[in-house]
């Protein structure tokens, strides 16, 4: 029950579903990327992308002193159909600004 509600809980903000759906068009991006491209402050974007973690939908890789976000694989059918209906609805979502350099 618990996993369930945090999976829901991730997805119950439309900056969150913005994100969401901006990681899984662009593949694997830097926070500094998403920081560019929906010109908000890095403690705002670290505190949406662990929401988004816990809930079950992106892994993290630390490379140095930065933090790069994907889509977790495997990811669950349930999980799956969610960042499906999310691309249906039409969400208007930045192009991708490199924010730095690696």
Known sequence: MEVFLQT?????????L????????NGEV???????SFEMIQSRISRHLKILK???FL???RRGRWAYYS??????QFRQSILK????IGLSIPP???GCEV
């Open 8 to 16: 829901i809980g991730a997805i119950n903000d439309e900056t969150r």
């Open 18 to 25: 913005k994100i969401l759906h901006f990681i899984d068009i």
């Open 54 to 56: 816990d809930g079950g």
């Open 59 to 61: 892994k993290v890789d």
């Open 96 to 98: 991708l600004k490199k």
């Open 85 to 88: 209906e999310i691309s249906y």
């Open 71 to 76: 889509i977790r694989s495997p990811l669950d």
């Open 30 to 36: 830097c926070v500094c990327d998403l920081e560019s």
